[in-house]
């Protein structure tokens, strides 16, 4: 069992792109994005089936 007070060994943070965007803002507001576009679908289905 390690002692909880010893430092790690990798203390760096690493602030790597995402794998296919330039930054992690970008990945974020596509996610959010594709969210929003998700709930308006919904919302127009049941609409619709009502």
Known sequence: MK???EPA???EVKNDP???LKSWKQ???????????LIVLF?????YFS
């Open 43 to 47: 919302y127009w289905i049941t609409i």
């Open 27 to 37: 990945l974020y507001a596509i996610v959010i994005g594709e969210l929003v576009v």
């Open 3 to 5: 002692n909880q007070e």
């Open 18 to 20: 995402p794998p296919f």
């Open 9 to 11: 060994k990798n203390d």
